[in-house]
Antibody, heavy 117, light 111 residues
Framework: EVQLVESGGGLVHPGGSLRLSCTAS????????MHWVRQVPGKGLVWVARISPDGSSAIYAESVKGRLTISRDNNKNTLYLQMNSLRADDTAVYYC??????????WGQGTLVTVSS | DIVLTQSPLSLPVTLGQPASISCRSSQGLVHSDGNTYLNWFQQRPGQSPRRLIYKVSIRESGVPDRFSGSGSGTDFTLKISRVEAEDVGVYYCMQGTRLYNFGQGTKLEIK
């Protein structure tokens, strides 16, 4: 069974940093692109970033470029999102997601990041 | 950027009645490989999204056959043939043809 478990969310001050993790199991992690998607509570889904299977390339939504960095450790079956220079509008539930057939067939339970003073 | 526009944004439905959600894309969604990567997701209250449909009309394993997807080009539709209580939630279309974008979501509630 495919499982994605996010962790690392919490309360952080504006301008601060946080690193999210997503631990994968039940599939061959190192052959999949992986994604982060976020959702402001009560609002819609927004794609954030994607990383290649070997971690050599990544693409980002314009709104997070230069502040959020996606990475992975295939030895640990873990996806990361390093979040720097956080702003109030980064407050959201962050999901990791596995792609298949041009969409996401598996999602984690999400981890809440709250940026507030 | 591709923009996906869903309608309606709120959908009150009587149990047992059909429901339909439209998703209109600002650009055509046919990929260079010939596939159209249009997905539909359901998000029940307090849960993560769950994919119902991919490549316009293919149901995920385990999705009831009362859910169906159709469309082409820029216009797509999710239909529920007979709404059940467990269908309450927000439905999103999403394209994966050129990067990734979601529609605004349609909240389905029981009338």
């Amino acid at each position: 069974e495919v499982q994605l478990v996010e962790s690392g969310g919490g309360l952080v001050h504006p301008g601060g940093s946080l690193r999210l993790s997503c631990t994968a199991s039940g599939f061959t992690f190192n052959i999949y692109y992986m994604h982060w998607v976020r959702q402001v509570p009560g609002k819609g889904l927004v794609w954030v970033a994607r990383i290649s299977p070997d971690g050599s390339s990544a693409i980002y939504a314009e709104s997070v470029k230069g502040r959020l960095t996606i990475s992975r450790d295939n030895n640990k079956n873990t996806l990361y999102l390093q979040m720097n220079s956080l702003r109030a509008d980064d407050t959201a539930v962050y999901y990791c997601a596995r792609p298949l057939y041009g969409g996401f067939d598996s999602w984690g339970q999400g981890t809440l990041v709250t940026v507030s003073s | 950027d591709i923009v996906l526009t869903q309608s309606p944004l709120s959908l009150p439905v009587t149990l047992g009645q059909p429901a339909s959600i439209s998703c209109r894309s600002s650009q055509g969604l046919v990929h260079s490989d010939g596939n159209t990567y249009l997905n539909w997701f359901q998000q029940r209250p307090g849960q993560s999204p769950r994919r119902l449909i991919y490549k316009v009309s293919i149901r995920e394993s385990g999705v009831p056959d009362r859910f169906s997807g159709s469309g082409s080009g820029t216009d797509f539709t999710l239909k529920i043939s007979r709404v059940e209580a467990e269908d309450v939630g927000v439905y999103y279309c999403m394209q994966g043809t050129r990067l990734y974008n979601f529609g605004q979501g349609t909240k389905l509630e029981i009338k």
